[in-house]
Every structure is written in C-alpha cells, then in structure tokens.
C-alpha cells in the first residue's frame, strides 16, 4: 500500500465493491473498509492522501470518525471527498470541525462514475 | 403525517372556541390579530411542529438509506455499459459479477420500499427543537412521563439517576434526545413481556453520561449491532412483534447528529437488551464500545 493508495470508508458491501471495482478498472490503488474501527486500523499503517468517506457509518459518523483522526489527516494533508445523501446538513456538522478544510468535494449519492473519477484525479494527479 | 391531521383539527377547534368565547363576552367586533392564544392552543401548535420536525426527520434518514443502493445501481450500470464500449462481451466473469451484484442492490432496494409501505408515523411528545442547555436531572424526570406512555399498562418503567452532579447541565437538541429515548423504550417495550420491568439508568461522570436502556426481553441474538440500526433490520426471534425496524435507524441517526453514541448489547447473564447512549458535552465521543 502506499500513499496513493486511496481510502474508501463506506458501510455498505454492495457499494464498496462497486467503487473498488470502478477504481481498479482505473488503474487506482484502493483500500476499502466498512467501518471506522477497520479504518482506524489501516491508517496506523499508512496515511492516505486521499480518503472518500460515507456521511452515516455504523459506529460514529463519516465526520465524527474523520474528527478523531484529523491530527494526523491535517499534517499530511490529506484531500476527503464526502459521500452522503443529505447535502443541507453537511455544513452544520463540519462546523468548527478540524477537517472541515480538508472537506474538498461533497458527492451526492447516486453519483457519476466519470465524476468521481475526475475528482479523484484531480486531487490526487499521481493516481 | 396521519398523526397530524388530529391535532390540526383540535387546533381548529380550539381557535373556533377561543373565538366564540371572545365574542359572546365582548361588544367590540373581534379583530384576528388581536386573539390570545391559550395555553391548549400553544401546546397543541408545539406538537405540531414536533410532528412536521420528527418527519422531516424520518423523511431524511429514508432518503439516505434509498440512495445508498440506489447509488449502487446506477455505478454498476455504468460500469457494465463502459466495459460493453471498450470490450464488449470479451469478459464475461466481470459480467456475470456484476448482473449479480445489480440482483442483490435491486433486492435491497424493494426490500426498503416494501418496508416503506408498511411504516406508520408515531407520535412525538417532546416540545421544542433546537440545541440548549438544560438540567440534566430535571429534563429526564420530566421526560419520564412521556416515556411512560410508551410501554404497555402492565409494564414498569424505572428512571435511576446516578449523577455526580444534580445540577449537571447538558447542551443538545433535547426533540432528538426525546425521539432517541422514545425509540429505545418504545422498542424495549416492544420486546418485553407484559409484565415486565424496563430501567433508564443514568450515570453521569464529570462531562460523560451514560443513559441506558435495559430491558429484559428476547435479546439480540445472533443480530450484529451495526446490522440492527441499518433501517428495517429487525432481531432475531421477534417476528411475531410488529414492528418497521426504521426505529433504531432513527435513533441511531439522530445520535449522530447530536454527537452522541448509540450501542447495543445483550444483557450479562439474564435475558434481555440495554440500548446504551453515551452522551458528552464537549461533543465527540471517540472511542466506541461495540
């Protein structure tokens, strides 16, 4: 794994196998997990630069989890792309949150192959 | 929305009586603006907006929970179209993997919309919305009425107040706490027996509460926690109980909005659940139990 590998944290199987499918066909390194306790257990390996996290997870929320880890996403700078389905929300819970500058893209769910894939090359050029 | 519609109509008739008791006490013609209103019409208009709020609310988990397959669907037809573009059917496995994939995310999804179908409204007590900070202690006592009318007549439920501090005081948005606690206890209710005993035990410790729900009833099974909140996931052995199974969805969603955590686990050598909600008032609760 390296640090382009890109992170996916999505709780639902059906959805992850999807996007790890879209980004292999891509040529795009990445790690899928379902849950921020399987997240927290990746990054102690490796800081991804880029991270593509759902809003609603099991455990915590997409942003509660990235809260607990932002030391570490911030001194990497690390890019996140948000999934969710409630966009008029999000801005409420990314008050005063420490990645709310990291936040980079916020995609709504059902979203376009091609578009994420552009975001990703965007922030993430070497992917 | 079928809950509102008593309600309105209650508050039309409140208005109409306030208005009829203004005007057989009074000579001067009645000017609208000028009517006070009653302490059963502001009531009766807090529940309203409780009601239009908690819907709007069940309307966004259903949305997040729609998308979430739907998003799978529309990914893997596209997928399945740019593989027919470049190489059309020179790979069958990626095919056949993926149709089956589109069969489950279908599956899904009409599992939802049937469950929708099948979703009635339920009430909510609680008054006003909006974040606030209140005593603890007094908020819970009170709240405890309304949680009351949520078990059956045969069944007991206990409030047990383990604070460090009485006047303990907790900034949130107390309509999604009061939807939170009504979901547990409705679903504890639910799973008891008739004549069972439900407890909210509340322990406060410095900046952490911890309210637990326990009950004795038929338990989590082999039923993951994290499966359990997924809308209309349902236990094990419950299915002679009605239910919709969006309950914990919603108050698991509505923990995460008010940065709180929702866990649930089988009770420790008898039968029986405790929904336990871990509450802190400088906001995000890190480390997760489950």
Redesign the interface.
């Known amino acids: 794994m390296s640090k382009n590998t890109v992170l996916v944290v999505e ?2 199987q ?2 992850r ?3 790890e ?2 980004l292999y ?1 891509h040529h795009i390194e990445v790690k899928t997990v379902g ?3 399987e997240a927290d257990d990746w990054l102690e390996e490796q800081v991804p630069d880029l991270i593509i996290c759902d ?2 997870l ?4 997409g942003i ?1 989890w990235l ?2 880890v932002s030391e570490r996403l911030v001194a990497n700078e690390s890019s996140i792309i948000l ?4 966009h008029e ?1 999000t801005p409420e ?1 990314l008050e005063d949150s420490p990645i709310h500058s990291l936040v980079k893209y916020q995609l ?7 578009e994420l894939i552009r975001l990703i090359h965007l922030l993430q050029p070497n992917s | 929305m079928n809950e509102l519609h008593p309600l309105l109509a209650t508050l039309v008739e409140e208005f109409l009586d306030e208005r009829r008791a203004v005007q057989a006490t009074s000579d001067v013609p009645l000017v609208s603006n000028q009517v006070q209103l009653s302490q059963n019409a502001k009531q009766l208009l807090l529940q309203i907006n409780a009601h239009l709020t908690y819907d709007h609310f069940v309307s ?1 988990v259903l ?2 929970e ?11 037809v ?2 399945l179209q ?2 027919l573009d470049t190489h059309g059917t020179q790979e069958p496995k ?1 095919f056949i993997k ?1 149709c089956d ?1 589109l069969e ?2 279908s599956a ?1 999804m009409e599992f939802l919309l049937e469950n929708m179908k099948q979703l009635h409204n339920r009430d909510s007590s609680s008054h006003a919305s909006g974040r606030q900070a209140r005593k603890l202690t007094s908020w819970l006592i009170n709240e405890r009425k309304s949680l009351g009318e949520l078990i059956t007549n045969s069944q007991v439920l206990d409030l047990e107040l383990r604070m460090l501090d009485e006047s303990f005081e907790y900034n949130t948005d107390y309509h999604l706490l009061s939807i939170i606690l009504g979901t547990l206890v409705e679903n504890a209710s639910k799973y008891s027996p008739d004549d069972a005993k439900i407890e909210i035990l509340v322990e406060q410790n410095h900046d952490l509460v911890r309210i637990k729900v326990i009950d004795s009833g038929v338990g989590l099974g082999t039923n993951s ?2 499966n359990l ?2 809308a209309f996931q349902r236990g094990q052995d419950v299915g002679h109980i009605e239910g919709s199974g969006l309950g914990l969805s919603i108050a ?2 509505a923990a ?2 008010i ?1 709180a ?1 929702l866990l649930l686990y089988n009770n420790t050598g008898v039968t029986g659940t405790t929904a336990e909600l871990i509450l802190s008032n400088k906001g ?3 480390k ?1 139990l ?1």
């Open positions: 709780d639902d059906l959805l196998e999807v996007i499918d879209l066909i849950n921020s306790t809003l609603f099991p455990k915590v929320s509660q809260n607990t999934l969710s389905a409630d929300r819970m709504k769910k059902p979203f376009k192959n091609d | 966004s949305e997040h729609l998308r979430t397959p739907l998003t799978g669907i529309v990914s893997t596209q997928l740019a593989q990626a993926w994939r489950k995310l899904r926690s994290e909140i997924k698991h969603a995460q909005r940065q955590q995000i609760c890190q997760t489950f």
